[in-house]
C-alpha cells in the first residue's frame, strides 16, 4: 500500500532498480533458458517451476527473474541472504510458509542469495519442505553449485546457468531506462552511439553496471544550452571507472586471435604482447586467464601448465591487478614453453563418440562391484603396480584413446 514516503523512496531507487523487469517480455538476455520453446520458460508458464538454482555471474538477472517467477506464479515471495540469515531465519519462512499455503493454497518461493554460503546445517534444514513442495526454492550464486553446495541440497533442485549479456541485449536495456516514465526520461539525456556501445562492452555483460554507471553521467553532467544532458564516451568513462577500449570490436577479437595463436605456437613474446596490448585497451584479465587455461588444456596436455593456468585466474580474482598479471605472464610462459600435443582433445573426442554409440555395453564381469566374478579381478598391486587384463567392454576391447608411446610432460 502506497503511503505519504512512497514517492519519495522509489525516487532514490537506484535507476538499475527502477528498471527491474516484471516480467518475461521485458526480460533482458538468457535466451538459451528462456527463449521461446526453451525449459525454464516452459515452467515458468505452466507455472510449475521447480526448486531451483541460478547461477552466473552478477548482474546477469538472477534475483530479477526469481521475482518474475513468484509473480507469474501466483506465488508469495521471499527473499534471504544466505550471509546475514541462519537457521532460525528459515524456521521462520517455513513456518509463515506453511501457514500461507494451509489458508490460501499459495506456495512460497524463496529466493536465497548467495546460496553457496551456506552451511550444511542451514541447508539441512531446508530439506524437509522442500520435498513437501510448500517451499520452492531458488538459489542464486555467482559459484557452481557442484562443487560449492551439498549435495543434498543440488539434488532436489534443477540447475540454470546464466550467462553475461549480450552487448546488444544491454544496449537496449538502456535505450529503455533512457525513454522510461521511471527512468530518466525526464532528464532529457541524449548519448550517442559510442558511449552506449562503451557503457554495453566495459560493463562486462553486467547490466546493473551499465545502468548504475549511466545514471551517474546523468546525474553528474550539467545540462548544455538546450537542456540535454549530452553523455559522450569520455564521460562513460569515468562513469564506470574503466579503462576505454582503444580497440573497435573487430581489432580486438583479431588480437584476441593473435595472442591464442601465440600461445598454440610456443611464442611467449608475441603472447605477451598480445595480452598488454589487450589489457592496456581495458579488457578484462580473467578473459585472458581464461583462454590461457583453455590452450593448457588444448595445446599442452600438461598438468604443470594447467595448474599454472587455474592459478593465474585465481591470483587474479583475489589480487586485482597489477599483481595479478604476474601470474598471468608465469602462465603465459608456462603454456607457451610446454611441449605441444592435442592427444587430450583427440582421446575426450573418441570417449564421448563411444560413450553415445555404444552406452550398454556390457562390462568385464570381475570389473563389477562385489559378485562372485568380480572375485577374478586382479589387483595391480598384486602384480608390482600393472598387470594386463580386459578393462573395456568386448566391443571396445581394442580401443586405444590414449597410446602412451609418446612423452609428454605430466
Known amino acids: 500500500m502506497d503511503n505519504l514516503f512512497t514517492n519519495l523512496h522509489n525516487d532514490l531507487k537506484p535507476l538499475a532498480e527502477k528498471m527491474r523487469p516484471t516480467s518475461l517480455d521485458d526480460f533482458v538476455g538468457q535466451r538459451h533458458i528462456l527463449g521461446e520453446g526453451k525449459l525454464l520458460r516452459r515452467l515458468i508458464q505452466a507455472k510449475k517451476v521447480p526448486s531451483c538454482i541460478f547461477y552466473g555471474p552478477p548482474g546477469t538477472g538472477k534475483t530479477t527473474l526469481a521475482r518474475i517467477i513468484a509473480e507469474t506464479t501466483g506465488g508469495n515471495?521471499?527473499?534471504?541472504?544466505?550471509?546475514?540469515?541462519?537457521?532460525?531465519?528459515?524456521?521462520?519462512v517455513i513456518e509463515a510458509a506453511k501457514k500461507t499455503f494451509e489458508l490460501y493454497g499459495k506456495k512460497t518461493y524463496l529466493l536465497l542469495d548467495e546460496c553457496h554460503r551456506?552451511?550444511?546445517?542451514?541447508?539441512?534444514?531446508l530439506l524437509a519442505v522442500l520435498e513437501s513442495g510448500q517451499i520452492v526454492l531458488i538459489g542464486s550464486t555467482t559459484e557452481s553449485?557442484?562443487?560449492?553446495?551439498?549435495?543434498?541440497?543440488?539434488?532436489?533442485?534443477?540447475?540454470?546457468?546464466?550467462?553475461?549479456?549480450?552487448?546488444?541485449?544491454?544496449?537496449?536495456a538502456l535505450k529503455r531506462a533512457l525513454t522510461a516514465e521511471n527512468g530518466l526520461k525526464d532528464l532529457n539525456v541524449g548519448i550517442d552511439d559510442e558511449a552506449l556501445t562503451y557503457f554495453a562492452t566495459a560493463c562486462g555483460g553486467d547490466v546493473r553496471s551499465a545502468l548504475n554507471g549511466l545514471e551517474i553521467g546523468?546525474?553528474?553532467?550539467?545540462?548544455?544550452?538546450d537542456g540535454t544532458i549530452v553523455i559522450s564516451k569520455e564521460i562513460a568513462v569515468e562513469c564506470l571507472q574503466k579503462k576505454a577500449l582503444s580497440l573497435n570490436e573487430d581489432n580486438f577479437y583479431h588480437i584476441l586471435s593473435a595472442f591464442c595463436k601465440s600461445l598454440r605456437g610456443s611464442d611467449a613474446t608475441a603472447a605477451l604482447y598480445y595480452a598488454n596490448r589487450l589489457l592496456?585497451?581495458?579488457?578484462?584479465?580473467?578473459?585472458?586467464?581464461?583462454?590461457?587455461?583453455a590452450h593448457a588444456s588444448e595445446d599442452c596436455c600438461s598438468a604443470r601448465a594447467l595448474n599454472t593456468a587455474c592459478n593465474a585466474l585465481y591470483a587474479i580474482n583475489n589480487m586485482g591487478m597489477p599483481e595479478g598479471n604476474l601470474a598471468l605472464t608465469h602462465a603465459i610462459i608456462e603454456v607457451c614453453e610446454a611441449p605441444k600435443t592435442n592427444r587430450v582433445v583427440v582421446a575426450m573426442g573418441m570417449a564421448i563418440d563411444d560413450a553415445r554409440n555404444h552406452p550398454d555395453d556390457n562390462i568385464p564381469e570381475y570389473l563389477k562391484n562385489h559378485t562372485e566374478a568380480s572375485k577374478k579381478y586382479k589387483y595391480p598391486?598384486?602384480?608390482?603396480?600393472?598387470?594386463?587384463?580386459?578393462?573395456?567392454?568386448?566391443?571396445?576391447?581394442?580401443?586405444?584413446?590414449?597410446?602412451?608411446?609418446?612423452?609428454?610432460d605430466r
Open 145 to 172: 553449485p557442484n562443487y560449492s553446495m551439498t549435495r543434498a541440497i543440488v539434488s532436489r533442485c534443477t540447475l540454470f546457468e546464466f550467462k553475461q549479456v549480450a552487448v546488444d541485449d544491454i544496449k537496449n
Open 77 to 92: 515471495f521471499v527473499m534471504l541472504n544466505a550471509i546475514s540469515s541462519g537457521v532460525a531465519d528459515v524456521k521462520v
Open 218 to 225: 546523468a546525474l553528474t553532467t550539467s545540462p548544455s544550452k
Open 381 to 408: 598391486h598384486d602384480y608390482g603396480g600393472y598387470v594386463e587384463q580386459q578393462y573395456l567392454p568386448d566391443s571396445l576391447k581394442n580401443r586405444n584413446y590414449f597410446p602412451n608411446d609418446k612423452k609428454i
Open 118 to 125: 551456506w552451511s550444511k546445517t542451514q541447508s539441512d534444514s
Open 280 to 293: 592496456e585497451a581495458g579488457c578484462e584479465p580473467q578473459l585472458l586467464a581464461r583462454r590461457t587455461i
